[in-house]
């Protein structure tokens, strides 16, 4: 396990991936540096909540568990398939509009604490039908009102993971998260079992950066794992529910 992490929170997506591919479909969540022991590297933890997946287009690069990244001049390549993700299509169109509408609207959605619910009403309003076929449009953009507003209020007051006291009315954690949670041995063989094995033939080749908790980005409880193999350079994202 990997320690001593500097920690960037909400990394912008053209300094985590090497071109758009996956824009609308990942977030960048942090960005992560070991300078004692990958001085020259950065890790970056994303997620692809939001969609579901198509196990039809399944590869070794990406499945319903994990995806494989190159690193390109230290930002993730990505040579699965799209497909997976179902109506990639459409949040790919779909995701500039919700961020230029968030960037207007945003800090007033964050200061009335307008429900998930109300915000999926109003955007659902300015869509049209074909725009929100082929894939779960709730849960599309219940993902990224839930990024965007812990995102924002980060970025306003230095706070992490507030979404749920701040628009839900929940208790706050008075405990400070560290966004970058310790992975046991046992814990990784839990998560992982069998699969990385004989999806990669070179899990123990892998060292362990650690683990983020998905309801700290969002409200749903979908983790990543996130593992690099010093041997090809490259990531392997790994997605569970704790």
């Not at 939001?50 to 001049?73: A, C, H, P, Q």
């Not at 964050?110 to 449009?137: A, H, M, V, W």
């Not at 080749?205 to 010093?230: K, S």
């Amino acid at each position: 396990m990997s320690t001593h992490l500097n920690i960037n929170l909400y990394p912008s997506f053209t300094n985590v991936f090497a071109d758009n591919t996956l824009k609308g479909i990942f977030y960048p969540l942090c960005t992560v540096e070991n300078k004692n022991k990958y001085p020259n590297h950065l890790f970056h933890f994303v997620s692809s909540n939001g969609l579901w997946m198509n196990e039809d287009y399944v590869t070794k690069e990406n499945n319903t568990s994990y995806t494989l990244f190159d690193i390109v001049d230290r930002k993730y390549h990505f040579a699965g398939d799209v497909r997976l993700y179902k109506g990639y299509a459409q949040a790919q169109l779909l995701f500039p509009r919700l961020e230029a509408e968030f960037e207007q609207n945003g800090k007033d959605y964050l200061k009335n604490r307008i429900k998930t619910k109300t915000y999926i009403s109003i955007l659902k309003q300015t869509l049209t039908p074909d725009e929100i076929k082929d894939f779960d449009i709730d849960y599309f953009l219940q993902t990224f009102y839930e990024y965007s507003i812990n995102k924002l209020y980060f970025q306003l007051y230095g706070s992490f993971a507030k979404f749920r006291s701040i628009i839900d009315g929940w208790a706050s954690n008075k405990t400070k998260s560290p966004v970058v949670y310790p992975v046991t041995t046992k814990e990784l063989d839990y998560i992982l079992g069998d699969s990385v094995q004989s999806a990669t033939q070179k899990a123990n080749h892998f060292d362990v950066l650690g683990r983020t908790a998905g309801e700290e980005f969002f409200t749903d409880g979908n983790d990543t794992v996130l593992l690099y193999d010093v041997e090809t350079d490259k990531v392997l994202c790994w997605n569970f529910y704790s």
